[in-house]
């Protein structure tokens, strides 16, 4: 296990940390080299083993999470997604949540000690689904953030997709700008420091998005259309876990009625949580998802 030790990427934290009435806990960059040379990317909040593995959606990164950990004040692992962040882009362009599992279950055995609370945005959701699915013995608990395996890819992700149109502008103000005007991030100031994570300057000087998933966009959307039109069952992992669930849903979210219910159809004892908020629940409330994310530690220590 490799540990970065340039922390200047953590010089958010102190702000954050007197915004929310919290203390900084101690903070560091892992790093694994997966068996295809790949590398697969965290941050590791605490000096303790991880309890609580944080998935962000597409198009998003690790710091995404950084207030949800900050609330927290417990050992957290927040993880890069292939594509994404510091972690390596995929060759063969698959970001499916079956590929993007199998490439945490070796990182999850490396960087943490017990069965996690596995908690996933969108497309880290979908993915810690498979992940409790196929590797039981890494998850304790699930709680999937505004995402079922069954959402239409071809309805609320195409804002995703409009989004994306655009992929390099003259500075991080202008992607700042778009951003806000498509409604991601919460305030301007947070909206500018994730447009810094999320973004690097070219050789020609030209900011453009640092993950791979702006790039293939359509590709990834149609390849999950794609897989459920060739008759494979996008709620069969969610269905065979034995980790008990919660859906953490935003009421401006990208889920509708009927996804909720179809989640409840299959799994009747999940609980459902409403939060008044858009689909990124961890950036503009992340107090729920702390609360939560606790909560759920205290039942397990009874």
Do not use: C
Not at 190 to 209: H, K, L
Request: hydrophobic share 45%; net charge negative.
């Amino acid at each position: 296990m490799a540990v970065a030790t340039d922390s200047s990427e953590f010089r958010y934290l102190p702000s954050q940390a007197e915004a929310l009435g919290t203390s900084v806990p101690s903070a560091r960059r892992l790093a694994l080299t997966l068996p295809d040379g790949r590398t697969l990317s965290a941050l590791h909040f605490g000096e303790a083993a991880p309890e609580i593995t944080l998935l962000h959606g597409a198009g998003l990164n690790a710091h995404t999470w950084d207030a949800v950990a900050l609330l927290l004040r417990r050992p957290v692992l927040a993880v890069d997604l292939a594509g994404h962040g510091e972690s390596s882009w995929r060759d063969d362009l698959d970001y499916s949540p079956a590929a993007l599992a199998e490439d945490l279950a070796p990182a999850l055995a490396r960087w943490t000690r017990q069965p996690q609370i596995l908690i996933g945005h969108s497309l880290g959701g979908l993915t810690a689904g498979v992940l409790a699915a196929r590797h039981p013995d890494l998850v304790r608990a699930l709680v999937l953030v505004d995402v079922v395996p069954g959402l239409d890819t071809a309805a609320a992700p195409a804002v995703l997709r409009d989004f994306y149109t655009v992929t390099d502008f003259t500075s991080r103000t202008e992607a700042v700008e778009r951003a806000q005007r498509f409604g991601f991030g919460g305030t301007r100031e947070d909206t500018e420091r994730g447009v810094f994570f999320n973004t690097r300057e070219r050789d020609d000087g030209r900011i453009e998005w640092k993950h791979h998933f702006a790039h293939i966009i359509g590709h990834a959307f149609d390849a999950l259309e794609s897989a459920r039109d060739e008759g494979s069952d996008p709620w069969a992992d969610l269905v065979a876990a034995s980790a008990p669930i919660t859906l953490v849903r935003g009421a401006r979210g990208f889920l509708q009625d009927a996804d909720v219910e179809a989640l409840l159809q299959r799994r009747p004892e999940a609980r459902v949580l409403t939060v008044d908020a858009g689909h990124n629940i961890q950036e503009t409330h992340p107090a729920a998802l702390a609360d939560l994310g606790i909560a759920e530690l205290a039942e397990i220590s009874r």
